[in-house]
């Protein structure tokens, strides 16, 4: 994050089980997926369009109508944590 900080949802159930972290949404949802599969997601998050952490941003106040690619996002993070995450699928499977 630019900032450095998380961004969260906040579930119903958020005092009994907490808030849900970007960075598990992306670990959850986005690291699984295989090439090609297209995921669709709506939030709603009044101004932070980056819960997901994903590497591209889509503005709609702004006066593009395309994505653009966040060259602040560290690719190179993104495909470690998918290696590990394969890496310890791989381990735990054994």
């Known amino acids: 994050e630019e900032d450095g900080l998380d961004e969260t949802l906040v579930p119903v159930d958020f005092k009994e089980n907490g808030q849900i972290r ?33 590497p591209f941003t889509y503005r709609a106040d702004s006066d593009s109508s395309q994505m653009v690619l966040d060259k602040k996002l560290d690719f190179g993070k993104v495909f470690r944590e998918v290696g590990d995450f394969f890496n310890k699928k791989e381990t735990n499977a054994k």
């Open 22 to 54: 970007d960075d598990d949404i992306f670990d959850i949802l986005v690291v699984p997926m295989k090439e090609g599969v297209t995921l669709t997601c709506f939030f709603d998050c009044c101004h932070s369009g980056t819960v997901m952490d994903l």
